[in-house]
């Protein structure tokens, strides 16, 4: 039981260039959340799938979409990247609606250049 | 949409003492508060989650307390130990229709002196 596993760990970019965040969870959680974390920010929502197919607009979605083909994955995209996207990203699944504890990836660390 | 504010930022305190994080949020539909650690360079991880129809909960040295009039919950960690050291994130929210998510408050900066 791998918990939410976040692919990759690392990554830098050149602005312009596009690119997918993977998470994956095995706990057979129906809701998923892609966050950001910046420096005296704390967590910010970005996009968020209460189940397979769906997805909606968190706090902060502009410059990402995403994607939830299968239950257990959950996709960022970067389309255009730009410096300001520079952060951690940290992916979060929870079995049930907003009151259920929230089991968070190891994060990737994203540098745009 | 909600807000949680968070204070104090950076709180120093002596290895034994005890440490108190305060939040407070806006939108009074929030029924879910859960406090999580975050140890340098590691994921954010739950320590203790409160919800609205409870004023107080406890687990060993952590207590969260829960004020909905006010709006306020805190978390209080007593005789506090080194390995407390880390970033203390609150949140807030609804089990709304949309299951929207938290909404975290900006961090406190736990240190603990030797």
């Known amino acids: 039981n791998a918990g939410v596993t976040q692919t990759p760990k690392f990554r830098v970019l050149k602005t312009g260039q596009s690119m997918t965040l993977l998470c994956a969870q095995d706990m057979n959680h129906e809701y998923m959340y892609w966050y950001r974390q910046d420096p005296g920010m704390g967590l910010r929502l970005i996009h968020y799938s209460v189940g397979e197919g769906t997805t909606a607009k968190g706090e902060v979605p502009d410059g990402y979409n995403v994607s939830r083909l299968k239950k257990q994955n959950f996709l960022l995209g970067l389309e255009s990247a730009a410096p300001s996207q520079t952060s951690v990203y940290f992916c979060?699944?929870?079995?049930?609606?907003?009151?259920?504890?929230?089991?968070f990836g190891q994060g990737t660390r994203l540098t745009v250049v | 949409g909600e807000n949680v504010e968070q204070h104090p930022s950076t709180l120093s305190v002596q290895e034994g003492d005890s440490a108190v994080i305060k939040c407070t949020y806006s939108?009074?539909?929030?029924?879910?508060f859960p406090w999580y650690k975050q140890e340098l360079g590691k994921r954010p991880q739950l320590i203790i989650d409160i919800r609205s129809n409870v004023g107080e909960k406890k687990d060993q040295r952590i207590a969260v307390t829960l004020n909905k009039t006010a709006k306020h919950f805190s978390l209080h960690i007593t005789e506090t130990q080194p390995e407390d050291s880390a970033v203390y994130f609150c949140?807030?929210?609804?089990?709304?229709?949309?299951?929207?998510?938290?909404?975290f408050g900006k961090g406190t900066h736990l240190i603990i002196q030797p």
């Open positions: 979060a699944s929870s079995y049930g609606s907003g009151n259920t504890e929230a089991f």
């Open positions: 949140a807030a929210s609804h089990s709304g229709g949309g299951a929207d998510g938290l909404t």
């Open positions: 939108d009074s539909a929030s029924n879910y």
